[in-house]
Nanobody, 125 residues
């Protein structure tokens, strides 16, 4: 069973950058999607960036061109990253790493059944 641990969150000024990491113990290619989600206070959790089958990446429209998802397959355990540039106050949220074996996975929160504990990102204006 996979276990996910996020790190790298913090408080930054608008326009700043952060790099999130997710260490995925027990992760294998059987998990078809892995990615980053976020939940702002009072809002629903939403997909931010996803890697499907280790190759195809998708991004939510609000983060396109600013965030980059990447992975280190050579590292043990497998590690997922999210480079966040040009951060905006509306990016403030708890960021979660999640993965699933569901064949139909994409950015739909309900299809993910393995979650990390989250790391807080706060962007000050």
């Amino acid at each position: 069973q996979v276990q996910l641990v996020e790190s790298g969150g913090g408080s930054v000024q608008s326009g700043g950058s952060l790099r999130l990491s997710c260490v995925a113990s027990g992760y294998t290619s059987a998990y078809l999607c892995i990615g980053w989600f976020r939940q702002a206070q009072g809002k629903e959790r939403e997909g931010v960036a996803i890697i499907r089958r280790g190759q195809t990446t998708t991004y939510a429209d609000p983060v396109k061109g600013r965030f980059t998802i990447s992975q280190d397959n050579a590292k043990t355990p497998y590690t997922l990253y999210l480079q966040m540039n040009d951060l905006k106050p509306e990016d403030t949220a708890m960021y979660y790493c999640a993965t699933t074996r569901n064949f139909f996975c994409g950015s739909e929160v309900g299809l993910y059944n393995y979650w990390g504990q989250g790391t807080q990102v706060t962007v000050n204006s």
